[in-house]
């Protein structure tokens, strides 16, 4: 086998033991490739950087400040929230909320930011229903990648429009991937549903009836969320005592 060959093999293999060893950062582990990948020479230096220039890389970080702007002015947790407070009691309204509004909202931001606004939306509406959540985790997550509604809702479309422009071909829409993910969520909606009831074990016996109410430590736990915590202790002369 070829020296270089074996040589990308190797950094590869070794970068999937550090991505599902979760303990460095995947963005640390990916940039560590790119040097490696220079250092040994296998790229060169222009081609290493040549990335970080490119449209698609371009367009994804900007798509990541739009999402966090909207994730930090809570405009996407107030729509969801009221949109979903329609369904009321009935759970299969409550199941093709949350279908269609974690898809809309997949439409624009990160499959990761939707599955991360969504949840603890999703749990508090399955307690306050008297439902198991686990009803609706599943079909959220699927339904977060499903939302194929426009061009910048997932970075294999930007790479297929940019592939296309590079080729001297026309570029794609906005909203050219819109009818096919119209298809895509009605399918996922009518094979989610009944699946979700896979998913609750017992017979018609909610989880939410037969355990008490887990406290926000158990929850923190339970969603590795100690580490995004923080305790910030109000000086006595501090101007925000007795505000919230």
Request: aromatic share 8%; glycine share 8%.
């Amino acid at each position: 086998m070829d020296l270089q060959i074996l040589t990308v093999f190797t950094i590869i293999a070794v970068a999937i033991v550090f991505f599902v060893w979760g303990k460095i950062r995947s963005d640390i582990v990916a940039l560590s490739v790119l040097i490696s990948l220079v250092l040994t020479g296998i790229l060169t230096p222009a081609e290493g950087l040549s990335g970080f220039s490119n449209s698609v890389v371009v367009m994804m970080v900007c798509l990541f400040i739009v999402g966090g702007a909207i994730f930090q002015t809570g405009l996407a947790k107030m729509i969801s929230t009221k949109i979903l407070a329609f369904a009321g009691d009935s759970q299969y309204k409550l199941f093709i909320l949350v279908m269609l509004v974690t898809g809309g909202i997949g439409a624009i931001v990160s499959n990761t930011g939707t599955v991360a606004l969504m949840l603890p939306i999703v749990i508090s509406l399955a307690a306050e229903a008297k439902t198991d959540a686990r009803r609706f985790l599943m079909p959220m997550a699927f339904a977060s990648s499903l939302g194929l509604l426009t061009l910048i809702s997932t970075p294999p479309n930007l790479i297929i429009n940019d592939t296309l422009i590079n080729g001297g071909f026309e570029g794609l829409s906005f909203f050219a991937f819109l009818p096919i993910g119209i298809i895509t969520m009605s399918v996922g909606i009518l094979l989610l549903w009944p699946l979700s009831k896979l998913l609750v074990s017992g017979k018609g016996k909610d989880k939410s009836e037969t355990k008490k109410d887990k406290s926000l430590t158990q929850l923190a736990s339970e969603y590795q969320l100690a580490d995004n915590l923080y305790r910030v202790t109000i000086g006595e002369s501090s101007p925000f005592i007795d505000k919230s």
